[in-house]
């Protein structure tokens, strides 16, 4: 029963305005909105990245495109750069070019050479230069260029000068030309010599000036046995001749003349079938007899030594049958085969791109400048055209994750140099030392910054005075707000240089500060209680802060002091000994040290991921219920034992958290590990040595890659692996985390 007095609720004030539920309703549908677009929007980015990344590793896509008749085996298959108006040189007095779209023949006369009999012939496509040999024993080439306009390709054919072989007798059975501009190198071989010509050009105010031959030298008789091959590298450095005793024997062509440098036997014994020279001109691809094919690159045993040529890399062998090959003009990639099967390759990756059959027999073979096209002929002249689609052929898991012979190097690296100074540039894309920069940067951060922030969190929480955590607390969340560029800013220009100077200073301050804190500690403890008794509880710190301070200022006045005891160097110019830890530690230890390392790294990332850690664990540590706390106190625990016993294991999943955090911010981290480090991409463990992280890498270098590219592919690779990095470090602490909560649930 209701009191009189009572008065009764209004109903008005229960009811709800008819705008009030139109805008709950209008609330509702806009969050679920979002929440559905977020979904969206996070899988269009899995949906991009994906469409960037997964065609690194597709393989080659070859389609016939056509079938030409020339009715006799060329000697010589050449095309255009468009892959359009392919040539046939049998030869003869002329040259047959034929349109692929149309079939419209044309035939064009070589210059110079009417009544003359040709005995042998080389094809060099980076040039465009047809070498021939006669039967007087002379030899000179000519040249095919092409010229486009109104979508027309036009052929015209340019005549050089014949020389003649001062040595051998008979006619001119094998020859290569090379060509470096101002200086040419002819090898040849007439009779049972070998020859190798010289040719210069001299070069006047006005024209090319006039080919002349500066020098032949007769290198026959250096050869352990007869002659089989012949290649000059397609610059004129280097001749490469084969022997029929398995020898090969290396000759460099310089402006000292020609010389001998090497003989090496790839295949113990056993002649080469194939010998031919990749792009860039320091690696060769031969084949064995049987079909066993590798790679012999030039290289410096040691870094005072001469670059020699040795087994880099082996391929899959070939069957048996005529060997064809054909090199690509813009990369690694080559053709290569025998009978009717056929495979793309590339010297970098170690792959096979594609692998397929032919419907004839080739004989012979070319790919166009731009790796488009290859041309195939069989010996009746039939020919084929097949178009190639293989944008990323130097991508592959070994050449991101794996070990890779480059050309150049005295062993397989882990190596990134994504470009170069010279179109010949081998792309070097190995993902494995940014993974391991981002590593190492994240290690040596966190090595610094962990226990820091952690005792500190513990102190605030547990022992600070709750007016001094008012004032600690809030200034450490502003340090978390300084932007990275800054701390970036200051560690490369103001801290690393100082570093670079007093590194026995800062190791020497490592040491004692922690040393000078437990030996106060100690002493505290067994001073009278009457004497702590005299400082509040958590005013300890006041204490210990002076001795901290004067054990840091000692140990940077100590510095170089153990530098004059302990890091001394010899000059090696005059023998004087000199006290300078950047001279003694290479010397020491034979690794570098550079300026911008990771021990300024260490430092400062140091002052960017403690903001956060502390905060984190500085809460979770307060949040500990105070009647846990209490509780222990009463049964007689002390506050180092409430802390370990009661706060740490209750707050273990709040600290879990924190570091967590501090580890996500350290390998996400770009401006500081830019400015920092140096960003050089090394896999090294030392400390004096810098790194490139994947973040820094993707934030330097995706604004200059060519969209599309195998460059621009790869960085978005490297964002994925940098995603699955952290995906699977998070998801490993999220299970650690809950396991922490249940073992130490409150009920």
Not at 560 to 580: H, M, Q, T, Y
Not at 634 to 655: D, E, F, H, K, Y
Request: neutral net charge; contains cysteine.
């Amino acid at each position: 029963m209701i009191p009189q007095n009572r008065k009764l609720p209004d109903p008005k004030r229960f009811k709800i305005s008819r705008a009030t539920l139109w805008f709950d309703r209008f609330m509702g549908w806009a969050i679920r909105c979002g929440g559905i677009a977020v979904i969206l929007a996070i899988f269009g980015i899995f949906y991009f990245v994906g469409k960037e990344v997964i065609p690194l590793f597709k393989s080659a896509n070859v389609e016939p495109a056509g079938k030409i008749t020339k009715g006799t085996l060329p000697a010589v298959l050449g095309v255009d750069e468009w892959g359009e108006l392919p040539f046939f040189y049998d030869g003869g007095e002329k040259v047959v070019f034929v349109e692929v779209k149309s079939g419209v023949r044309q035939e064009l006369d070589v210059p110079g050479l009417t009544g003359l009999e040709v005995t042998s012939t080389s094809f060099d496509p980076v040039h465009g230069r047809v070498s021939l040999g006669l039967a007087d024993g002379r030899v000179g080439s000519f040249l095919v260029n092409y010229q486009r306009a109104d979508d027309k390709v036009t052929p015209a054919l340019t005549g050089e000068p014949w020389f003649v072989l001062a040595h051998g007798a008979g006619p001119v059975t094998a020859l290569s030309y090379g060509d470096s501009g101002a200086g040419r190198v002819i090898v040849a071989k007439r009779g049972a010599s070998v020859s190798v010509l010289r040719l210069g050009m001299k070069r006047g105010l006005v024209g090319a000036g006039k080919l002349s031959l500066v020098e032949e030298k007769e290198i026959g008789t250096e050869l352990g046995a007869e002659a089989t091959l012949l290649r000059a590298s397609a610059n004129g450095a280097m001749v490469l001749v084969a022997c029929a005793n398995g020898e090969v024997d290396y000759f460099l062509a310089d402006s000292d003349g020609v010389s001998k440098r090497q003989s090496f036997q790839p295949f113990d014994g056993v002649a080469p079938r194939q010998m031919d020279f990749l792009f860039g001109g320091v690696a060769v691809v031969l084949t064995g007899a049987d079909g066993q094919q590798e790679q012999w690159s030039l290289f410096r045993p040691d870094e005072a030594g001469e670059r020699l040529f040795g087994e880099t890399k082996t391929f899959p062998k070939l069957g048996p049958g005529e060997v064809i090959f054909a090199a690509s003009q813009r990369n690694r990639t080559f053709l290569t085969g025998s009978g009717k099967d056929l495979s793309i390759r590339h010297s970098t990756s170690g792959e096979v791109r594609w692998e397929g059959q032919l419907d004839i027999v080739p004989a012979i073979a070319v790919l166009d400048a731009k790796g488009e096209n290859f041309f195939a002929a069989a010996a009746d002249g039939e020919a084929r055209r097949h178009a190639i689609h293989d944008p990323h052929p130097e991508a592959g898991w070994k050449a991101f994750f794996g070990k890779v012979w480059y050309e150049g190097g005295g062993k397989p690296v882990y190596q990134w140099q994504s470009t170069g100074g010279s179109d010949d540039f081998e792309p070097k894309l190995s993902l494995t030392p940014l993974i391991f920069g981002s590593l190492k940067g994240t290690a040596y951060a966190l090595l610094f910054s962990v226990p820091v922030a952690l005792l500190a969190a513990l102190f605030s929480a547990a022992f600070l005075p709750p007016e001094v955590k008012r004032v600690v607390k809030p200034v450490m969340e502003i340090m978390s707000s300084l932007p990275s560029v800054v701390l970036g800013f200051l560690a490369g220009l103001w801290l690393a240089p100082i570093l670079e100077t007093r590194v026995p200073s800062v190791l020497a301050m490592i040491f004692l500060i922690p040393l000078t804190a437990l030996a106060v500690g100690y002493a505290w403890c067994r001073l009278p209680i009457s004497l702590r008794n005299r400082f509040e509880n958590g005013r300890e710190w006041l204490v210990v802060l002076p001795f901290l301070v004067a054990a840091g200022w000692a140990g940077w006045q100590l510095g170089p002091l153990l530098e004059s005891w302990f890091f001394v160097f010899k000059d090696p110019a005059n023998g004087r000994e000199i006290a300078d830890f950047r001279l003694w530690w290479p010397q020491a230890t034979g690794i570098s040290f550079e300026q911008r390392n990771s021990l300024v790294l260490g430092f400062m990332m140091g002052f960017a991921v403690i903001p956060v850690i502390f905060t984190i664990a500085e809460d979770a540590l307060s949040n500990v219920p105070k009647s846990l706390t209490a509780a222990a106190s009463a049964l007689g625990a002390n506050r180092w034992q409430v802390v370990w016993t009661v706060m740490l294991p209750v707050a273990s999943a709040g600290i879990f958290s924190a570091l967590m955090i501090g580890f996500g911010r350290a390998v996400g981290e770009t401006m500081i590990m830019v400015m920092a480090t140096g960003n050089t991409p090394v896999t090294e463990w030392n400390i004096f040595n810098g790194m490139r992280t994947l973040s820094a890498n993707i934030a330097v270098e995706l604004p200059e890659a060519p969209v599309g590219s195998t460059h621009y592919r790869t960085l978005f690779l490297g964002a994925v692996v940098l995603f699955a990095m952290t995906f699977v470090m998070n998801t490993f602490a999220e299970i650690l985390r809950q396991r922490l909560r249940e073992r130490n649930k409150i009920v």
